[in-house]
């Protein structure tokens, strides 16, 4: 992963997280409040990746176009009843991992940073165990590049709107701190690029942006694990 992405990622993580364990110790002594947590807060970590749906491929690895692996961090606040909402952080970049990318695949590097902010209901399942969903909507800002013409590469940056539909569990390890899984269907943008055409049109002569960049809504499907902490 790119280092330039992950380590200021991962120290904004480790820091929240080590404030939400300073604020645990320094709450005072007594029975457990009612609810999630006494602040309703909660800060978390989260590691995972994506990819997007191969056209005309029904197999099992169809969704693996593009792949991208990244961090990020998330803080959450519950509200009435079940609902809660979540703002988030998180930063990717294009890898194949863990298995390599079919020979038919675009070469895109593709380095991203999305924001994003969703709204959810929560609901207990076991003892130590709850079940959510979640409606969000955010913004990708992505810089891309290709090869292009002989020997060169065309670089480009954008910045993109990305909504999203998901579910996840939560499995509380002790009091106040959960790990949990997430599954979440994207719509964002994505490059398809033709070299053969390009240079059936001569544009390989004159490299334009516009065209080879040209992002369209696409479907992506994401994995996330994640380690989390009320306040």
């Keep these: 992963m790119n280092r330039r992405i992950a380590t200021p ?8 997280l080590t404030a939400a364990t300073a604020a645990a110790e320094h709450r005072p002594a007594g029975p457990p409040p009612a609810g999630p947590a006494a602040s309703g807060v909660d800060v978390g970590f989260r590691v995972g990746g994506y990819g997007f749906k191969r056209e005309g491929d029904q197999g099992a690895g169809s969704w693996t176009e593009c792949r991208m692996n990244g961090v990020g961090v998330f803080v959450s606040r519950a509200l009435r009843g079940p609902l809660f909402v979540e703002g988030g952080l998180d930063a990717y970049v294009s890898q194949a991992f863990p298995t390599p990318a079919p020979e038919g695949d675009l070469p895109i590097d593709r380095m991203s940073g999305l924001v994003s902010v969703a709204a959810g209901a929560r609901t ?5 165990l709850r079940g959510y969903v979640q409606l969000g909507a955010g913004v990708e800002l992505t810089r891309v590049s290709v090869p292009y013409g002989d020997g060169q590469t065309l670089r480009d940056q954008k910045v993109m709107p990305e909504g ?5 569990l939560d499995l509380r390890l002790t009091r ?3 790990v949990g899984a997430s599954f979440r269907t994207l719509v964002m943008g994505n490059f398809d690029y033709d070299p053969a055409k390009l240079e059936m049109e001569n544009l390989w002569v004159q490299p334009q942006t516009e065209v080879v ?4 809504p696409d479907l992506a499907n994401q994995a996330q694990f994640y380690l989390r902490r009320d306040l």
């Design 9 to 16: 990622v991962a120290a904004a993580a480790l820091l929240a």
């Design 124 to 128: 207990q399942l076991g003892a130590r």
């Design 164 to 168: 999203f539909f998901g579910v996840g």
């Design 176 to 178: 106040g701190t959960y």
């Design 213 to 216: 960049f040209a992002a369209s």
